[in-house]
Protein backbone atom coordinates (compact mmCIF):
# COMPACT_ATOMS: atom_id res chain seq x y z
CA UNK A 1 0.00 0.00 0.00
CA UNK A 2 3.32 2.20 0.73
CA UNK A 3 4.05 2.49 -2.81
CA UNK A 4 0.40 3.45 -4.16
CA UNK A 5 0.68 6.50 -2.05
CA UNK A 6 3.43 8.74 -4.20
CA UNK A 7 1.30 7.89 -7.28
CA UNK A 8 -1.60 8.68 -5.98
CA UNK A 9 -0.35 11.81 -4.08
CA UNK A 10 1.28 12.40 -8.38
CA UNK A 11 -2.01 11.64 -9.83
CA UNK A 12 -3.54 14.55 -7.59
CA UNK A 13 -0.83 16.85 -8.61
CA UNK A 14 -1.48 16.43 -12.40
CA UNK A 15 -4.79 17.05 -11.72
CA UNK A 16 -4.49 20.58 -10.14
CA UNK A 17 -1.97 21.26 -12.18
CA UNK A 18 -4.31 20.98 -15.11
CA UNK A 19 -4.02 19.44 -18.81
CA UNK A 20 -0.41 18.65 -19.83
CA UNK A 21 0.94 21.33 -21.93
CA UNK A 22 1.07 19.14 -24.74
CA UNK A 23 -3.13 18.89 -24.46
CA UNK A 24 -3.60 22.29 -25.18
CA UNK A 25 -3.45 22.88 -28.63
CA UNK A 26 -5.68 20.02 -28.80
CA UNK A 27 -8.16 21.41 -26.32
CA UNK A 28 -7.84 25.03 -28.33
CA UNK A 29 -8.42 23.43 -31.49
CA UNK A 30 -11.41 21.56 -30.77
CA UNK A 31 -12.76 24.59 -28.97
CA UNK A 32 -11.97 26.30 -32.36
CA UNK A 33 -14.11 23.56 -34.13
CA UNK A 34 -17.17 24.05 -32.28
CA UNK A 35 -16.88 27.70 -31.94
CA UNK A 36 -16.85 28.01 -35.83
CA UNK A 37 -19.64 25.13 -35.85
CA UNK A 38 -21.68 27.38 -33.80
CA UNK A 39 -20.88 30.41 -35.75
CA UNK A 40 -21.96 29.05 -39.12
CA UNK A 41 -25.23 27.62 -37.93
CA UNK A 42 -26.00 30.94 -36.40
CA UNK A 43 -25.46 32.98 -39.57
CA UNK A 44 -27.22 29.87 -42.21
CA UNK A 45 -30.50 28.78 -40.17
CA UNK A 46 -32.72 31.54 -39.03
CA UNK A 47 -34.69 29.39 -36.42
CA UNK A 48 -31.18 28.64 -34.91
CA UNK A 49 -31.00 32.38 -33.37
CA UNK A 50 -34.27 31.57 -31.57
CA UNK A 51 -33.07 28.31 -29.89
CA UNK A 52 -31.69 28.03 -26.38
CA UNK A 53 -28.18 27.34 -28.30
CA UNK A 54 -28.30 31.12 -29.69
CA UNK A 55 -27.95 31.97 -25.94
CA UNK A 56 -24.09 30.66 -26.44
CA UNK A 57 -23.92 31.53 -29.68
CA UNK A 58 -24.98 34.84 -30.04
CA UNK A 59 -22.12 35.89 -27.78
CA UNK A 60 -19.18 34.26 -29.59
CA UNK A 61 -16.72 36.37 -32.40
CA UNK A 62 -19.15 36.58 -35.59
CA UNK A 63 -22.42 37.83 -34.36
CA UNK A 64 -22.04 41.49 -34.99
CA UNK A 65 -25.21 43.88 -35.30
CA UNK A 66 -26.39 43.99 -39.12
CA UNK A 67 -23.51 41.97 -40.32
CA UNK A 68 -23.94 39.32 -37.94
CA UNK A 69 -25.17 36.38 -40.15
CA UNK A 70 -22.20 37.52 -43.13
CA UNK A 71 -19.65 37.63 -39.92
CA UNK A 72 -21.00 34.24 -37.99
CA UNK A 73 -20.26 32.67 -41.39
CA UNK A 74 -16.61 34.43 -42.16
CA UNK A 75 -15.64 33.86 -38.51
CA UNK A 76 -16.75 30.19 -38.16
CA UNK A 77 -15.41 28.92 -41.34
CA UNK A 78 -11.86 30.95 -40.62
CA UNK A 79 -11.99 29.20 -37.13
CA UNK A 80 -12.94 25.75 -38.92
CA UNK A 81 -9.18 25.91 -41.00
CA UNK A 82 -7.24 27.25 -38.02
CA UNK A 83 -8.27 24.38 -36.47
CA UNK A 84 -5.63 22.00 -37.57
CA UNK A 85 -3.50 24.26 -37.31
CA UNK A 86 -3.52 24.79 -33.75
CA UNK A 87 -3.95 21.29 -32.94
CA UNK A 88 -0.57 20.98 -34.64
CA UNK A 89 0.84 23.79 -32.56
CA UNK A 90 1.70 25.83 -36.04
CA UNK A 91 2.97 29.01 -35.27
CA UNK A 92 1.26 31.04 -37.86
CA UNK A 93 -2.27 29.36 -37.15
CA UNK A 94 -1.40 30.83 -33.55
CA UNK A 95 -0.66 34.08 -35.00
CA UNK A 96 -3.43 33.89 -37.25
CA UNK A 97 -5.36 33.55 -34.05
CA UNK A 98 -4.08 35.93 -31.92
CA UNK A 99 -4.77 38.23 -34.86
CA UNK A 100 -8.67 37.31 -35.13
CA UNK A 101 -9.71 37.18 -31.52
CA UNK A 102 -8.90 40.47 -30.37
CA UNK A 103 -10.49 41.91 -33.43
CA UNK A 104 -13.57 40.38 -32.76
CA UNK A 105 -13.46 41.15 -29.37
CA UNK A 106 -13.27 44.88 -30.61
CA UNK A 107 -16.12 44.15 -33.14
CA UNK A 108 -18.56 42.76 -30.05
CA UNK A 109 -17.76 46.02 -27.57
CA UNK A 110 -18.66 48.34 -30.96
CA UNK A 111 -21.56 46.94 -32.03
CA UNK A 112 -23.58 45.45 -29.66
CA UNK A 113 -21.79 46.10 -26.26
CA UNK A 114 -21.69 42.82 -25.22
CA UNK A 115 -19.32 42.11 -21.96
CA UNK A 116 -19.52 38.30 -22.89
CA UNK A 117 -18.83 39.09 -26.17
CA UNK A 118 -15.28 40.41 -25.16
CA UNK A 119 -14.52 38.21 -22.30
CA UNK A 120 -14.48 35.07 -24.78
CA UNK A 121 -12.25 35.64 -27.50
CA UNK A 122 -10.19 37.44 -24.44
CA UNK A 123 -10.10 34.31 -22.40
CA UNK A 124 -8.88 32.37 -25.37
CA UNK A 125 -6.62 35.01 -26.39
CA UNK A 126 -4.89 34.32 -22.59
CA UNK A 127 -4.37 30.68 -23.14
CA UNK A 128 -3.39 31.25 -26.23
CA UNK A 129 -0.66 33.74 -25.31
CA UNK A 130 -0.07 32.17 -21.84
CA UNK A 131 1.02 28.75 -23.73
CA UNK A 132 2.32 30.66 -27.08
CA UNK A 133 5.42 27.92 -26.54
CA UNK A 134 3.74 24.92 -26.92
CA UNK A 135 2.59 27.15 -30.81
CA UNK A 136 6.27 26.81 -32.19
CA UNK A 137 6.22 24.44 -34.78
CA UNK A 138 7.56 25.48 -38.36
CA UNK A 139 5.64 25.23 -41.52
CA UNK A 140 5.04 22.07 -43.92
CA UNK A 141 7.02 21.57 -47.28
CA UNK A 142 4.01 22.91 -49.46
CA UNK A 143 3.89 24.79 -52.63
CA UNK A 144 1.69 27.00 -55.08
CA UNK A 145 -0.55 23.55 -55.78
CA UNK A 146 -2.32 24.29 -52.45
CA UNK A 147 -3.77 27.72 -53.71
CA UNK A 148 -5.78 25.64 -56.54
CA UNK A 149 -7.07 23.12 -53.92
CA UNK A 150 -7.96 25.50 -51.25
CA UNK A 151 -10.07 27.42 -54.20
CA UNK A 152 -11.39 24.27 -55.30
CA UNK A 153 -12.55 22.73 -51.97
CA UNK A 154 -13.59 26.49 -50.45
CA UNK A 155 -15.55 27.19 -53.40
CA UNK A 156 -17.30 23.86 -53.46
CA UNK A 157 -17.76 24.59 -49.36
CA UNK A 158 -19.08 27.95 -50.43
CA UNK A 159 -21.64 26.42 -52.94
CA UNK A 160 -22.97 23.87 -50.32
CA UNK A 161 -23.29 26.61 -47.70
CA UNK A 162 -24.37 28.81 -49.76
CA UNK A 163 -27.54 26.59 -50.93
CA UNK A 164 -28.35 26.07 -47.34
CA UNK A 165 -28.26 29.68 -47.19
CA UNK A 166 -30.62 30.23 -50.16
CA UNK A 167 -32.93 27.59 -49.11
CA UNK A 168 -32.92 28.56 -45.19
CA UNK A 169 -35.83 31.44 -45.81
CA UNK A 170 -38.51 29.58 -47.89
CA UNK A 171 -41.32 32.12 -45.55
CA UNK A 172 -39.77 35.13 -47.75
CA UNK A 173 -39.16 33.83 -51.04
CA UNK A 174 -40.91 35.37 -53.77
CA UNK A 175 -42.19 32.45 -55.65
CA UNK A 176 -41.20 29.23 -55.64
CA UNK A 177 -37.49 29.04 -57.38
CA UNK A 178 -35.85 25.80 -59.27
CA UNK A 179 -32.78 24.33 -57.82
CA UNK A 180 -31.10 25.52 -60.87
CA UNK A 181 -32.12 28.80 -59.97
CA UNK A 182 -31.00 28.91 -56.38
CA UNK A 183 -27.45 27.55 -57.38
CA UNK A 184 -27.50 30.26 -60.14
CA UNK A 185 -28.20 32.39 -57.07
CA UNK A 186 -25.03 31.18 -55.03
CA UNK A 187 -22.62 31.47 -58.24
CA UNK A 188 -23.57 34.93 -58.68
CA UNK A 189 -23.74 35.93 -55.30
CA UNK A 190 -19.96 34.78 -54.49
CA UNK A 191 -19.03 37.34 -57.18
CA UNK A 192 -20.88 40.07 -55.32
CA UNK A 193 -23.89 40.02 -57.85
CA UNK A 194 -27.87 39.87 -57.63
CA UNK A 195 -29.18 36.53 -58.66
CA UNK A 196 -32.91 35.39 -60.12
CA UNK A 197 -33.63 34.43 -56.01
CA UNK A 198 -35.52 37.41 -54.64
CA UNK A 199 -36.94 37.61 -50.68
CA UNK A 200 -38.99 39.79 -48.53
CA UNK A 201 -38.12 42.86 -46.79
CA UNK A 202 -33.96 42.50 -45.67
CA UNK A 203 -33.72 39.04 -46.28
CA UNK A 204 -32.15 39.54 -49.84
CA UNK A 205 -29.80 42.25 -48.07
CA UNK A 206 -29.06 39.26 -45.35
CA UNK A 207 -28.64 36.76 -47.92
CA UNK A 208 -26.19 38.78 -50.70
CA UNK A 209 -23.69 39.85 -47.73
CA UNK A 210 -23.46 36.26 -46.50
CA UNK A 211 -22.91 34.60 -49.87
CA UNK A 212 -20.48 37.70 -50.76
CA UNK A 213 -18.71 37.29 -47.30
CA UNK A 214 -17.95 33.25 -48.86
CA UNK A 215 -16.75 34.48 -52.16
CA UNK A 216 -14.31 37.04 -50.37
CA UNK A 217 -13.50 34.43 -48.23
CA UNK A 218 -12.26 32.46 -51.02
CA UNK A 219 -10.67 34.60 -52.65
CA UNK A 220 -8.79 36.34 -50.14
CA UNK A 221 -7.56 32.62 -48.56
CA UNK A 222 -6.17 31.14 -52.09
CA UNK A 223 -4.31 34.91 -52.99
CA UNK A 224 -2.78 33.97 -49.50
CA UNK A 225 -1.90 30.47 -50.37
CA UNK A 226 -0.46 31.30 -53.99
CA UNK A 227 1.62 34.70 -52.37
CA UNK A 228 3.25 33.13 -49.61
CA UNK A 229 6.45 31.65 -49.58
CA UNK A 230 6.91 28.22 -50.75
CA UNK A 231 8.61 25.45 -48.55
CA UNK A 232 9.62 22.59 -50.68
CA UNK A 233 9.98 19.06 -49.60
CA UNK A 234 13.92 18.17 -49.16
CA UNK A 235 15.51 16.30 -51.46
CA UNK A 236 19.40 14.95 -51.35
CA UNK A 237 22.02 17.19 -52.25
CA UNK A 238 25.17 16.24 -54.08
CA UNK A 239 27.28 16.38 -50.71
CA UNK A 240 24.13 14.51 -48.88
CA UNK A 241 24.71 11.58 -51.41
CA UNK A 242 28.32 11.48 -51.31
CA UNK A 243 28.17 11.30 -47.24
CA UNK A 244 25.72 8.54 -47.92
CA UNK A 245 27.36 6.20 -50.32
CA UNK A 246 30.36 6.78 -48.09
CA UNK A 247 28.19 5.29 -45.21
CA UNK A 248 27.00 2.63 -47.16
CA UNK A 249 30.25 1.09 -48.41
CA UNK A 250 31.32 0.56 -44.75
CA UNK A 251 28.21 -0.19 -43.14
CA UNK A 252 26.30 -1.11 -46.52
CA UNK A 253 25.71 -4.95 -45.79
CA UNK A 254 24.02 -4.66 -42.30
CA UNK A 255 20.50 -3.84 -43.94
CA UNK A 256 19.30 -4.65 -47.43
CA UNK A 257 17.21 -1.28 -47.96
CA UNK A 258 20.15 0.79 -47.44
CA UNK A 259 20.89 1.33 -51.16
CA UNK A 260 17.46 2.99 -51.24
CA UNK A 261 17.95 5.91 -49.20
CA UNK A 262 19.71 7.01 -52.48
CA UNK A 263 16.39 8.04 -53.62
CA UNK A 264 16.85 11.92 -54.40
CA UNK A 265 13.67 12.38 -53.51
CA UNK A 266 14.19 12.02 -49.33
CA UNK A 267 15.47 14.43 -47.09
CA UNK A 268 18.44 12.95 -44.92
CA UNK A 269 19.52 13.95 -41.33
CA UNK A 270 22.62 12.99 -39.88
CA UNK A 271 23.65 12.41 -36.53
CA UNK A 272 26.20 14.73 -34.44
CA UNK A 273 29.01 12.66 -35.32
CA UNK A 274 28.16 11.87 -39.45
CA UNK A 275 28.76 8.34 -38.54
CA UNK A 276 24.93 7.58 -38.98
CA UNK A 277 21.75 9.30 -40.67
CA UNK A 278 18.19 8.53 -41.36
CA UNK A 279 16.50 9.23 -44.56
CA UNK A 280 12.79 10.26 -44.61
CA UNK A 281 9.97 11.91 -46.57
CA UNK A 282 6.93 14.04 -45.57
CA UNK A 283 3.69 12.86 -46.29
CA UNK A 284 0.76 14.50 -45.49
CA UNK A 285 1.87 15.53 -41.69
CA UNK A 286 3.50 12.37 -41.39
CA UNK A 287 7.51 12.24 -41.17
CA UNK A 288 8.19 8.38 -42.59
CA UNK A 289 11.56 6.87 -42.59
CA UNK A 290 12.05 3.73 -44.01
CA UNK A 291 14.37 0.81 -43.46
CA UNK A 292 17.29 1.12 -40.75
CA UNK A 293 19.31 4.11 -40.26
CA UNK A 294 22.21 4.31 -42.62
CA UNK A 295 25.66 3.83 -41.21
CA UNK A 296 27.29 2.92 -37.81
CA UNK A 297 24.74 1.39 -35.37
CA UNK A 298 26.82 2.56 -32.95
CA UNK A 299 25.73 6.44 -34.22
CA UNK A 300 22.29 5.25 -34.73
CA UNK A 301 20.71 7.33 -31.49
CA UNK A 302 22.52 10.55 -32.69
CA UNK A 303 20.79 10.37 -36.02
CA UNK A 304 17.47 9.21 -34.30
CA UNK A 305 17.82 11.90 -31.83
CA UNK A 306 18.27 14.82 -34.98
CA UNK A 307 14.89 13.15 -36.71
CA UNK A 308 12.69 13.20 -33.40
CA UNK A 309 13.85 16.79 -33.46
CA UNK A 310 13.02 17.69 -36.21
CA UNK A 311 9.43 16.26 -36.14
CA UNK A 312 8.78 18.07 -33.28
CA UNK A 313 10.33 21.24 -34.30
CA UNK A 314 7.49 20.82 -37.68
CA UNK A 315 5.09 19.06 -35.78
CA UNK A 316 5.10 16.09 -38.11
CA UNK A 317 4.26 12.64 -36.81
CA UNK A 318 6.80 10.14 -37.09
CA UNK A 319 7.15 7.05 -37.86
CA UNK A 320 9.38 4.09 -39.29
CA UNK A 321 8.25 2.23 -42.33
CA UNK A 322 10.37 -1.55 -42.94
CA UNK A 323 12.47 -1.76 -40.19
CA UNK A 324 14.61 -4.16 -38.75
CA UNK A 325 14.31 -6.37 -35.85
CA UNK A 326 17.45 -4.65 -34.41
CA UNK A 327 16.13 -1.36 -35.63
CA UNK A 328 12.72 -1.37 -34.03
CA UNK A 329 14.54 -2.55 -31.05
CA UNK A 330 16.96 0.89 -31.69
CA UNK A 331 14.44 3.08 -32.63
CA UNK A 332 11.44 1.84 -29.47
CA UNK A 333 14.49 2.21 -26.84
CA UNK A 334 15.67 5.64 -28.10
CA UNK A 335 12.28 7.52 -28.58
CA UNK A 336 9.69 5.85 -26.34
CA UNK A 337 7.81 4.61 -29.60
CA UNK A 338 6.34 1.49 -30.05
CA UNK A 339 7.01 -1.05 -33.41
CA UNK A 340 4.39 -3.55 -34.85
CA UNK A 341 5.43 -6.67 -37.07
CA UNK A 342 4.62 -5.24 -40.57
CA UNK A 343 5.41 -8.56 -42.61
CA UNK A 344 8.35 -10.23 -43.37
CA UNK A 345 11.30 -9.95 -45.95
CA UNK A 346 11.77 -12.60 -48.53
CA UNK A 347 15.92 -13.69 -48.67
CA UNK A 348 17.32 -16.54 -50.71
CA UNK A 349 20.72 -17.28 -50.05
CA UNK A 350 22.27 -18.78 -53.10
CA UNK A 351 24.65 -21.24 -51.94
CA UNK A 352 21.46 -23.25 -50.58
CA UNK A 353 19.07 -22.47 -54.21
CA UNK A 354 18.39 -25.22 -56.25
CA UNK A 355 15.91 -26.25 -58.87
CA UNK A 356 15.95 -29.70 -57.78
CA UNK A 357 13.40 -31.37 -55.17
CA UNK A 358 9.59 -31.61 -55.24
CA UNK A 359 8.98 -28.14 -53.28
CA UNK A 360 10.46 -26.32 -57.15
CA UNK A 361 8.95 -28.39 -59.49
CA UNK A 362 6.69 -25.78 -60.27
CA UNK A 363 9.22 -23.51 -60.61
CA UNK A 364 11.26 -26.04 -62.67
CA UNK A 365 8.48 -27.03 -64.77
CA UNK A 366 7.67 -23.24 -65.60
CA UNK A 367 11.33 -21.95 -66.55
CA UNK A 368 12.15 -25.04 -68.92
CA UNK A 369 9.15 -24.78 -70.57
CA UNK A 370 10.09 -20.60 -71.17
CA UNK A 371 13.17 -21.94 -72.13
CA UNK A 372 11.53 -24.08 -74.46
CA UNK A 373 9.88 -21.06 -76.37
CA UNK A 374 13.23 -19.78 -77.29
CA UNK A 375 13.82 -17.67 -74.10
CA UNK A 376 16.97 -16.51 -73.40
CA UNK A 377 18.54 -14.45 -70.48
CA UNK A 378 21.21 -12.28 -69.13
CA UNK A 379 22.94 -11.27 -65.95
CA UNK A 380 24.93 -8.05 -65.69
CA UNK A 381 25.94 -5.40 -63.86
CA UNK A 382 24.68 -1.64 -64.72
CA UNK A 383 28.72 -0.75 -65.35
CA UNK A 384 29.03 -3.76 -67.76
CA UNK A 385 26.05 -2.37 -69.69
CA UNK A 386 26.93 0.07 -73.24
CA UNK A 387 24.92 3.16 -73.22
CA UNK A 388 23.12 2.27 -75.85
CA UNK A 389 21.61 -0.88 -74.32
CA UNK A 390 21.08 0.97 -71.23
CA UNK A 391 18.80 3.20 -73.39
CA UNK A 392 16.65 0.55 -74.58
CA UNK A 393 16.57 -0.67 -70.61
CA UNK A 394 15.46 2.46 -69.45
CA UNK A 395 12.61 2.94 -72.34
CA UNK A 396 11.34 -0.87 -72.01
CA UNK A 397 10.90 -0.31 -68.63
CA UNK A 398 9.02 3.09 -68.77
CA UNK A 399 6.59 1.75 -70.97
CA UNK A 400 6.06 -1.98 -69.30
CA UNK A 401 4.78 0.22 -66.15
CA UNK A 402 1.66 -1.35 -64.99
CA UNK A 403 -0.03 2.07 -63.89
CA UNK A 404 -0.01 5.56 -64.76
CA UNK A 405 0.82 6.58 -61.07
CA UNK A 406 4.56 5.55 -60.15
CA UNK A 407 4.73 3.11 -57.05
CA UNK A 408 7.60 3.11 -54.57
CA UNK A 409 9.01 4.71 -51.65
CA UNK A 410 10.60 2.53 -48.74
CA UNK A 411 11.79 -0.17 -51.34
CA UNK A 412 12.19 1.20 -54.49
CA UNK A 413 15.27 3.07 -55.95
CA UNK A 414 13.91 5.51 -59.11
CA UNK A 415 16.07 5.51 -61.54
CA UNK A 416 17.62 2.83 -63.59
CA UNK A 417 20.84 2.88 -65.50
CA UNK A 418 22.62 5.66 -63.57
CA UNK A 419 26.41 4.96 -63.51
CA UNK A 420 26.51 6.48 -59.73
CA UNK A 421 25.00 2.76 -59.81
CA UNK A 422 27.28 0.97 -61.44
CA UNK A 423 27.37 -2.15 -58.78
CA UNK A 424 23.10 -2.41 -59.71
CA UNK A 425 22.17 -5.63 -61.13
CA UNK A 426 20.32 -6.08 -64.11
CA UNK A 427 18.85 -9.51 -65.29
CA UNK A 428 16.78 -9.37 -68.82
CA UNK A 429 15.12 -11.55 -70.67
CA UNK A 430 15.53 -11.96 -74.37
CA UNK A 431 13.62 -13.91 -77.89
CA UNK A 432 15.62 -13.55 -80.37
CA UNK A 433 13.29 -14.94 -83.15
CA UNK A 434 10.82 -11.54 -82.19
CA UNK A 435 12.74 -8.57 -82.37
CA UNK A 436 10.02 -6.82 -84.07
CA UNK A 437 8.95 -5.12 -80.97
CA UNK A 438 9.27 -1.88 -80.06
CA UNK A 439 12.07 -2.52 -77.91
CA UNK A 440 13.81 -5.70 -80.20
CA UNK A 441 14.04 -8.84 -78.19
CA UNK A 442 14.07 -7.40 -74.69
CA UNK A 443 10.98 -8.99 -73.20
CA UNK A 444 11.66 -8.73 -69.44
CA UNK A 445 13.54 -6.42 -67.44
CA UNK A 446 14.59 -6.90 -63.73
CA UNK A 447 16.65 -4.57 -61.54
CA UNK A 448 18.69 -4.95 -58.10
CA UNK A 449 20.49 -2.66 -56.39
CA UNK A 450 23.66 -3.68 -54.02
CA UNK A 451 23.44 -4.68 -50.50
CA UNK A 452 26.76 -4.57 -48.79
CA UNK A 453 29.38 -6.66 -51.54
CA UNK A 454 28.06 -10.13 -51.27
CA UNK A 455 24.35 -9.27 -51.66
CA UNK A 456 21.85 -7.54 -53.88
CA UNK A 457 17.88 -6.38 -53.42
CA UNK A 458 15.57 -6.42 -55.84
CA UNK A 459 14.49 -2.75 -56.99
CA UNK A 460 11.93 -3.50 -59.38
CA UNK A 461 10.26 -6.10 -62.06
CA UNK A 462 8.88 -5.21 -65.52
CA UNK A 463 7.85 -7.85 -68.58
CA UNK A 464 6.25 -6.71 -71.78
CA UNK A 465 2.57 -7.91 -71.36
CA UNK A 466 2.66 -10.05 -75.33
CA UNK A 467 5.70 -11.86 -73.35
CA UNK A 468 4.97 -15.69 -72.27
CA UNK A 469 3.85 -15.55 -68.26
CA UNK A 470 6.30 -16.93 -66.48
CA UNK A 471 9.11 -13.96 -67.10
CA UNK A 472 9.61 -12.78 -63.15
CA UNK A 473 10.14 -16.72 -62.27
CA UNK A 474 12.79 -16.99 -65.21
CA UNK A 475 14.90 -13.65 -64.40
CA UNK A 476 14.79 -14.63 -60.43
CA UNK A 477 16.05 -18.17 -61.19
CA UNK A 478 18.88 -16.98 -64.05
CA UNK A 479 19.76 -13.93 -61.19
CA UNK A 480 20.37 -16.63 -58.57
CA UNK A 481 21.94 -19.48 -60.67
CA UNK A 482 24.49 -16.07 -61.97
CA UNK A 483 24.95 -15.10 -58.63
CA UNK A 484 27.95 -17.15 -57.43
CA UNK A 485 30.37 -15.68 -60.67
CA UNK A 486 29.37 -12.32 -59.33
CA UNK A 487 30.19 -12.68 -56.20
CA UNK A 488 26.57 -12.38 -54.84
CA UNK A 489 25.83 -15.11 -51.45
CA UNK A 490 22.01 -13.56 -50.55
CA UNK A 491 19.32 -12.23 -52.79
CA UNK A 492 16.64 -10.10 -51.04
CA UNK A 493 12.91 -10.42 -52.84
CA UNK A 494 10.11 -9.03 -52.33
CA UNK A 495 8.31 -8.26 -48.90
CA UNK A 496 5.21 -9.92 -47.94
CA UNK A 497 2.84 -7.85 -45.96
CA UNK A 498 1.17 -10.12 -42.70
CA UNK A 499 2.75 -13.04 -44.12
CA UNK A 500 2.93 -14.68 -40.60
CA UNK A 501 -1.22 -14.13 -40.85
CA UNK A 502 -1.89 -15.91 -43.71
CA UNK A 503 0.45 -18.97 -43.16
CA UNK A 504 -0.79 -19.81 -40.00
CA UNK A 505 -4.29 -18.95 -40.32
CA UNK A 506 -4.11 -21.38 -43.11
CA UNK A 507 -3.12 -24.25 -40.62
CA UNK A 508 -4.81 -26.83 -39.09
CA UNK A 509 -5.71 -25.91 -35.33
CA UNK A 510 -5.85 -22.06 -36.71
CA UNK A 511 -8.03 -20.35 -34.11
CA UNK A 512 -11.61 -18.28 -35.12
CA UNK A 513 -9.78 -15.00 -34.46
CA UNK A 514 -6.65 -15.65 -37.05
CA UNK A 515 -8.76 -17.68 -39.44
CA UNK A 516 -10.67 -14.31 -39.39
CA UNK A 517 -7.76 -11.99 -39.95
CA UNK A 518 -6.72 -14.53 -42.89
CA UNK A 519 -10.24 -14.13 -44.01
CA UNK A 520 -9.84 -10.31 -44.40
CA UNK A 521 -6.45 -10.12 -45.73
CA UNK A 522 -7.34 -12.88 -48.75
CA UNK A 523 -10.19 -10.16 -49.28
CA UNK A 524 -8.21 -7.13 -49.11
CA UNK A 525 -5.58 -9.10 -51.44
CA UNK A 526 -8.67 -8.26 -54.44
CA UNK A 527 -6.66 -4.87 -54.55
CA UNK A 528 -3.66 -4.98 -52.95
CA UNK A 529 -2.37 -8.01 -53.22
CA UNK A 530 -1.28 -9.26 -50.22
CA UNK A 531 -1.58 -12.94 -50.18
CA UNK A 532 -0.21 -13.73 -54.18
CA UNK A 533 2.62 -11.75 -53.45
CA UNK A 534 3.46 -14.19 -50.34
CA UNK A 535 2.06 -16.79 -52.43
CA UNK A 536 5.09 -15.93 -55.40
CA UNK A 537 7.70 -15.47 -52.80
CA UNK A 538 7.33 -18.50 -51.14
CA UNK A 539 8.07 -20.37 -54.37
CA UNK A 540 11.99 -19.97 -54.20
CA UNK A 541 11.80 -21.08 -50.46
CA UNK A 542 13.13 -18.26 -49.05
CA UNK A 543 14.22 -17.61 -45.58
CA UNK A 544 11.85 -14.99 -43.59
CA UNK A 545 13.07 -11.50 -41.96
CA UNK A 546 10.83 -9.95 -40.01
CA UNK A 547 10.03 -5.89 -40.56
CA UNK A 548 8.51 -3.76 -38.30
CA UNK A 549 6.13 -0.57 -38.66
CA UNK A 550 7.29 1.91 -35.86
CA UNK A 551 4.85 4.49 -34.30
CA UNK A 552 3.91 6.81 -31.49
CA UNK A 553 0.90 5.77 -30.71
CA UNK A 554 -1.94 3.50 -32.07
CA UNK A 555 -4.46 6.50 -32.90
CA UNK A 556 -1.50 7.10 -35.70
CA UNK A 557 -1.66 4.08 -37.57
CA UNK A 558 -4.69 5.27 -39.72
CA UNK A 559 -2.88 8.37 -40.42
CA UNK A 560 0.41 6.50 -40.77
CA UNK A 561 -0.86 3.82 -42.95
CA UNK A 562 -2.29 6.58 -45.72
CA UNK A 563 0.86 8.36 -45.40
CA UNK A 564 2.70 4.95 -46.50
CA UNK A 565 0.10 4.54 -49.13
CA UNK A 566 0.40 7.53 -50.72
CA UNK A 567 4.06 7.60 -50.36
CA UNK A 568 3.84 4.04 -51.94
CA UNK A 569 1.84 5.60 -55.06
CA UNK A 570 -1.14 3.71 -54.36
CA UNK A 571 -3.37 6.70 -53.48
CA UNK A 572 -2.64 10.03 -55.28
CA UNK A 573 -3.70 13.07 -54.11
CA UNK A 574 -1.68 15.62 -55.98
CA UNK A 575 -3.25 17.37 -59.39
CA UNK A 576 -4.42 15.80 -62.73
CA UNK A 577 -1.45 14.93 -65.17
CA UNK A 578 -3.51 17.53 -67.68
CA UNK A 579 -2.92 19.88 -64.51
CA UNK A 580 0.37 19.45 -63.77
CA UNK A 581 3.43 22.12 -64.42
CA UNK A 582 6.60 20.23 -65.88
CA UNK A 583 8.69 19.74 -62.80
CA UNK A 584 12.30 19.90 -63.16
CA UNK A 585 14.57 16.62 -63.63
CA UNK A 586 16.39 15.36 -60.56
CA UNK A 587 19.70 16.44 -59.69
CA UNK A 588 21.91 14.44 -61.98
CA UNK A 589 25.08 13.40 -60.36
CA UNK A 590 27.10 13.31 -63.13
CA UNK A 591 27.83 15.46 -65.95
CA UNK A 592 27.64 12.71 -68.45
CA UNK A 593 24.94 12.81 -71.41
CA UNK A 594 23.48 8.99 -69.51
CA UNK A 595 23.73 10.87 -66.13
CA UNK A 596 21.58 13.55 -67.67
CA UNK A 597 18.94 11.39 -69.25
CA UNK A 598 18.77 8.68 -66.52
CA UNK A 599 18.09 12.35 -64.11
CA UNK A 600 15.04 13.05 -66.39
CA UNK A 601 13.53 9.55 -65.86
CA UNK A 602 14.23 9.34 -62.62
CA UNK A 603 10.77 10.08 -61.27
CA UNK A 604 9.04 7.85 -63.59
CA UNK A 605 10.92 4.65 -63.12
CA UNK A 606 9.54 3.73 -59.97
CA UNK A 607 8.71 0.12 -59.57
CA UNK A 608 5.16 -2.07 -59.68
CA UNK A 609 4.36 -3.07 -56.56
CA UNK A 610 1.92 -5.89 -55.39
CA UNK A 611 1.68 -8.15 -58.31
CA UNK A 612 -0.86 -11.17 -58.61
CA UNK A 613 0.53 -14.75 -59.27
CA UNK A 614 -1.14 -14.50 -62.95
CA UNK A 615 0.76 -11.47 -63.24
CA UNK A 616 4.45 -10.56 -62.90
CA UNK A 617 5.26 -9.34 -59.57
CA UNK A 618 6.28 -5.63 -58.75
CA UNK A 619 8.88 -5.08 -56.01
CA UNK A 620 7.75 -4.44 -52.16
CA UNK A 621 4.80 -3.71 -50.45
Known amino acids: MSGEVPGRIQHLRRILRGPRPEA ?20 VFPRFR ?39 GKRRAWRAAVVLLPLGALAQFAYRHSLFGVLIPLVLLTMLLRHRSEFAALPDPRSRWRALANFVLMGAGSLVIGLAI ?17 LEHVLYGLFGMDGPVDYQGRTSWTVACSLGALGLLTALTTIYLAFRPEHPAARLTEDDEARLRSLL ?21 FSPSGKAAVCYRVVSGVMLASGDPVGDVEAWPGAIERFMDEAKAHSWTPAVMGCSETGGE ?36 MVKRIERNGYETRVRRIRDLGEQELERIRRAADDWRGTDTERGFSMALGRIGDRADGDCLVATAHKGDDPAGPHGDLKAVLHFVPWGTDGVSLDLMRRDRAADPGMNELLIVAALQAAPTLG ?40 FQIESLYRFNAKFRPRWEPRFVVYHSPRDLPRIGFAAMQAEGFVNLGMPRVLRWRTAAPRPCAHDGARRRSARRADRLRPVRYPTVARPPGRRA
Open 24 to 43: VPTLIARACILVGLLDIAAG
Open 50 to 88: HSRMYALAEVLPGALGPFAAALAISTGVLLLLLAHGLRR
Open 166 to 182: VSAHPRKLVGDPSLSDR
Open 330 to 365: VWTRETGLDALELGDEAVVDTADFSLAGRAMRNVRQ
Open 249 to 269: DKHGARDSLGHFALRRDKGVV
Open 488 to 527: ITRISLNFAMFRAALARGEKIGAGPVLRAWRGLLVFLSRW
